[in-house]
């Protein structure tokens, strides 16, 4: 099993920055790909950015030049740090793991940009 916790949610001022953090613990030798996940009011789920082991990136389309995503595999940590955030982004943000056999979600965090 892996327990994802989520930190570093709020509410900031469009184009303002924040940094969400995610660790993770449990069979962490077992996770290969992490990444973010947003789901905004009667929207569904989708991606935000992911980062593999080895730290290739992927990033939806909306985000890209704006948002980061960086791994620490010796803290077993995953951040976000999301610059020039729009009002369109404001969602509960997921924490999300895969291994061979599972896909493990945190509980979420709320990210309001809002003025």
């Known amino acids: 099993q892996v327990q994802l916790v989520e930190s570093g949610g709020g509410l900031m001022q469009p184009g303002g920055s924040l940094r969400l953090s995610c660790a993770a613990s449990?069979?962490?030798?077992?996770?290969?790909?992490m990444g973010w996940y947003r789901q905004a009011p009667g929207k569904q789920r989708e991606l935000v950015a992911t980062v593999t082991r080895g730290g290739t990136t992927n990033y939806a389309d909306s985000v890209k030049g704006r948002f980061t995503i960086v791994r620490d595999n010796a803290k077993n940590t995953v951040y976000l740090q999301m610059n020039r955030l729009k009002p369109e982004g404001t969602a509960v943000y997921y924490c999300?793991?895969?291994?061979?056999?599972?896909?493990?979600w945190g509980q979420g965090t709320q990210v309001t940009a809002s003025s």
């Open positions: 449990g069979s962490i030798f077992s996770i290969n790909p």
């Open positions: 999300n793991a895969r291994t061979v056999v599972a896909t493990h």
